[in-house]
């Protein structure tokens, strides 16, 4: 991997990580969410994996975006980061009644394909770009 290949995957990851914690300290400072430490319900962690998914389809996306070539490469690796990350994410918080244990699965589950459906985005989109 090149070092232009590495970055666009890093930038990925970072936006993903960045822009999930700040939508959880947001949520969590206006109350929607419980206080930090306390469980959440299936309702909080379904609106936490809806916007969830939206961040990882951009995280796929940008990732695509900065690759020199072949950006479903790219967001392939980045989205099997973000599975060993839920992976991880499952092994650490199992026991912990954090909150319903479906929503952990889903993350580490729909890491891949929101990152497929970023990269399938945006080369739809560059290819409309040159049909112009």
Not at 19 to 36: E, K
Not at 80 to 95: C, E, K, P, S
Request: glycine share 10%; proline share 5%.
């Amino acid at each position: 991997m090149t070092r232009k290949s590495a970055l666009a995957v890093l930038a990925g990851f970072v936006a993903v990580v960045v822009i999930t914690t700040l939508d959880d300290a947001l949520l969590h400072a206006v109350r929607v969410f419980p206080p930090i430490g306390q469980p959440i319900d299936d309702a909080h962690a379904a609106l936490a994996l809806s916007y969830r998914l939206v961040i990882g389809v951009v995280g796929g996306w940008l990732t695509s975006r900065l690759a020199a070539a072949a950006p479903m490469r790219h967001a392939t690796v980045l989205g099997v980061i973000g599975t060993v990350a839920g992976l991880i994410g499952i092994v650490a918080t199992w026991n912990l009644g954090l909150g319903p244990r479906w929503y952990p699965l889903a993350v580490a589950a729909l890491a891949l394909p929101e990152c497929w459906a970023g990269a399938w985005i945006f080369t739809r989109s560059i290819g409309r770009a040159v049909a112009r």
